[in-house]
């Protein structure tokens, strides 16, 4: 089976983590998620980070030492192959 997930959000939630991501916006953990589905699917928003959640993340980012930058949130799509998958 093969999972969609859409960078860059799931490459910058996974390295600031989903529950930072969380309390540093101020979204529920459940809208941080959808930041990863494809455009359509659960309310996913395709990969992309809402302009102002991401100067957040951003300037989070660089209070922590966390090395992100502008481009980090513009970067293409990929498929990814789930393990144990037919």
Same mark, same amino acid.
């Given at each position: ?20 991501? /969380? &309390?540093?916006? @101020?979204?529920?953990? !459940? ?6 589905? %494809?455009?359509? *699917? ?18 989070? /980012? &660089?209070?922590? @030492?966390?090395?992100? !930058? ?6 293409? %799509?990929?498929? *990814? ?6």
């Amino acid at each position: 089976m093969l999972t969609m997930h859409m960078d860059p959000a799931k490459s910058i939630l996974d390295l600031i983590g989903y529950d930072t991501a /969380a &309390r540093v916006t @101020g979204k529920h953990i !459940s809208r941080v998620y959808r930041w990863t589905y %494809p455009s359509g *699917v659960r309310e996913g928003t395709g990969g992309v980070i809402p302009h102002g959640d991401a100067l957040k993340l951003l300037a989070h /980012a &660089r209070s922590e @030492g966390i090395g992100l !930058s502008e481009a980090d949130f513009m970067r293409a %799509p990929v498929i *990814v192959e789930q393990a144990g998958a037919a």
